[in-house]
């Protein structure tokens, strides 16, 4: 992963969700997706107030602190669709404190106030693991998109995003 792409992603990620909430879920296009929403409840007109995560990869899950989630993604417990959506269940409304790339591929940790951690693997050899966006269906201006190969992309508006 690009040093330079991955800071930029991280610095976009870290605007988009830090102070938002867990909000909901949806199934996703096919039966390996998922699509969670996350809120700004805020005042602030600098907020998002919307914002997407769709993981496309099998391999996520929600850890009680970080130290729990296994080092490699091949040891992690592949989920069924309703122990995925019991998990989400379980952080419904948590507030986002802190959202981290892993160092080599952009595994994605989003740090819950509560300490725990929903992880999304972000490695595939062919396909995007994940894209998290602002707005409904697509229309938003911020989109980060873990690409094949351990690619991280952004696409973000200059005026509230200087660092890339």
Not at 83 to 91: K, P
Not at 123 to 145: F, M
Not at 150 to 160: F, L, Q, V
Request: aromatic share 14%; glycine share 8%; with cysteine.
């Amino acid at each position: 992963m690009n040093i330079e792409d991955k800071l930029c992603a991280e610095v976009a990620l870290k605007q988009m969700f830090i102070g938002s909430v867990v909000d909901g879920i949806k199934f996703g296009h096919g039966p390996g997706s998922t699509l969670f929403f996350f809120m700004h409840y805020s005042d602030n007109p600098l907020d998002f107030d919307f914002i997407w995560l769709n993981i496309e990869d099998p391999i996520w899950g929600v850890y009680d602190s970080p130290d729990k989630i296994p080092k490699y993604p091949d040891d992690m417990i592949r989920l069924t669709e309703e122990e995925g959506f019991f998990s989400i269940f379980n952080i419904r409304r948590e507030k986002v404190i802190d959202v981290k790339l892993g160092e080599i591929s952009p595994h994605l940790y989003i740090t819950l106030k509560s300490g725990k951690v929903l992880f999304v693997n972000g490695y595939h050899q062919k396909y995007e693991s994940w894209q998290a966006s602002d707005g409904i269906h697509e229309s938003g201006e911020w989109l980060i998109v873990a690409g094949p190969a351990n690619r991280i992309a952004s696409w973000t508006p200059n005026p509230r995003n200087n660092n890339c």
